[in-house]
């Protein structure tokens, strides 16, 4: 293939704050909120959850601005806040990539939790992670990230292809095979169930 001038993108440089897992520059902000995603929460955990039409911010996200075109790749940092929703923690929304085929890997900054995964032929994997762990996710796995510390921030950084997209309405459907719930009663304070 011939290289058209004109599509060459061009190089650069940005600061990522380790602590915060802000991205400083060429990077877009935005947040998701507890209201926009009670679909996800069992319903009685919703219902009981007095403030979901507030502003409560689950997580936010710094994300590179760059063409959502083969053959770029997007640096993300996600911020979860840790918190609840009756016994279920505060996590992201889950998705599977539209563009089945394509991968992604996680690198945790702060912070610890449980990545559950699942395919559309039925498997399902959950990982326990914390700061420093290094996640692969591969082509075909839905995955969604969950904070389970009672206080502190997780903070991960993701590389993506710029071509994925993302399908979260599949998600909004099945669910997660697994759940990750809140247990007082284990040293670690939480089951996978
Ligand atoms: C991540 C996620 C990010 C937010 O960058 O998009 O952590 O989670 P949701 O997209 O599930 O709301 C990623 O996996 N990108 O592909
Ligand atoms: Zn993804």
């Known amino acids: 293939m011939s290289m058209n001038q004109s599509k060459i993108f061009h190089p650069f440089k940005s600061q990522l704050e380790l602590e915060t897992g802000k991205i400083g520059s060429n990077a877009n902000c935005w947040d998701r909120k507890l209201s926009e995603m009670t679909e996800i929460y069992d319903q009685e955990n919703i219902n009981n959850q007095l403030d979901i039409s507030g502003n409560t911010i689950v997580y936010?996200?710094?994300?590179?601005?760059?063409?959502?075109e083969k053959g770029h790749l997007i640096p993300v940092t996600t911020i979860l806040?840790?918190?609840?929703v009756g016994n279920q923690f505060f996590m992201t929304k889950g998705h599977y990539h539209e563009n089945r085929g394509t991968a992604e890997v996680y690198l945790i900054l702060n912070g610890e939790g449980v990545l559950t995964m699942q395919t559309e032929d039925g498997q399902h994997q959950e990982i326990e992670f914390s700061t420093e762990d290094l996640l692969y996710?591969?082509?075909f796995w839905a995955?969604?990230?969950v904070n389970t510390s009672i206080s502190d921030p997780l903070i991960f950084y993701g590389i993506y292809p710029?071509?994925?997209g993302h399908d979260y309405q599949t998600i909004v459907e099945t669910g997660f095979k697994k759940k990750v719930i809140y247990?007082?009663?284990t040293k670690r304070n939480f089951?996978?169930?």
Request: glycine letters at 4%; aromatic letters at 10%; a negative charge.
């Open 162 to 164: 710029a071509d994925a």
């Open 137 to 139: 996710i591969p082509p």
């Open 191 to 193: 089951s996978i169930i």
């Open 143 to 145: 995955h969604r990230m």
């Open 81 to 84: 806040y840790p918190g609840r």
């Open 183 to 185: 247990n007082p009663d």
């Open 60 to 68: 936010r996200v710094y994300e590179h601005e760059l063409p959502y």
